[in-house]
């Protein structure tokens, strides 16, 4: 058996690695080369992550994008429908005005 901090990457008891203690560094009294080394760890997980963020970031402002552009065309769409509706109950009252005007005319 390998005795604890030899290297053994496994816990020979559960067969798992171990865990890395969570540490509060404003409680604690780290040394600058521990706290620089926590930077640059930080650092790596951040540049590890940034592609995966950038691809997530790229798909939802296409997705709000896409929303937009289709609210905004339905408007224009909805606007154009009533305006001809518009017209087209103009024409009705005119051409019941006509039809009157004849009816009672001669």
Request: aromatic share 6%.
């Amino acid at each position: 058996m390998a005795a604890s901090g030899s290297g053994d990457s496994l816990d020979t008891k559960s067969g798992k690695a171990p865990m890395a203690q969570c540490i509060d560094p404003a409680r604690e009294k780290l040394t600058p080369a521990q706290l620089q080394f926590m930077q640059q760890v930080q650092l790596v997980q951040r540049q590890k992550t940034l592609p995966q963020r950038r691809t997530q970031n790229i798909v939802t402002g296409l997705g709000i994008g896409a929303l937009v552009l289709g609210i905004y065309g339905y408007t224009f769409y909805s606007v154009s429908q009533k305006r001809f509706l518009d017209e087209l109950e103009d024409e009705a009252k005119a051409a019941r005005a006509r039809a009157l005007a004849r009816a009672s005319g001669p």
